[in-house]
């Protein structure tokens, strides 16, 4: 096992569910840059092996979005991705960097926008937490103690 899929699973092992998502996307941007490599060097089955995994990812990432719970995020991500997974493939047909440098673009704009999603859940939980916290301290205690009735 290398030291990049160690660090990988390290960081899937503490992520929340949001944190995963920004996770695919990572991975999906990492296999788009591998195919403009394979792109550059004429390697075909690289290529191919790259972009079907990124098209992998991405209906993994399609198959969880909940139209009941978020109907009108999870139109427009699936929008999103059946726009990413067509323009792909015309990047397979075409063997463009331009079109799989420009999914990788807009792959990082979505991914910020998850970041700024999973900052802001960090923020209420730390908050509630701090809540939590300031009302336990400033509650006064009395201990009663309470004889053993076995």
Not at 91 to 110: E, G
Not at 113 to 136: D, F, G, M, P, Y
């Amino acid at each position: 096992m290398n030291a990049g899929q160690l660090y990988r699973e390290g960081t899937v092992q503490g992520a929340s569910s949001v944190g995963l998502i920004s996770r695919l996307y990572e991975q999906i941007v990492e296999d788009l840059r591998q195919a403009i490599k394979a792109v550059e060097s004429d390697d075909v089955e690289l290529r191919t092996s790259r972009i079907n995994h990124a098209i992998l990812v991405i209906g993994h990432l399609q198959s969880q979005l909940d139209f009941e719970a978020g109907a009108k995020v999870a139109e427009a991500l699936r929008n999103f991705y059946d726009s990413l997974r067509q323009n792909l493939i015309q990047a397979q047909l075409l063997k463009s960097k331009v079109l799989l440098a420009q999914q990788i673009t807009d792959l990082l704009a979505v991914r910020e926008a998850w970041n700024e999603v999973e900052l802001a859940e960090k923020s209420s939980v730390i908050a509630v937490h701090e809540n939590v916290e300031t009302e336990a301290l400033s509650t006064p205690v009395t201990l009663e103690r309470k004889g053993w009735q076995g």
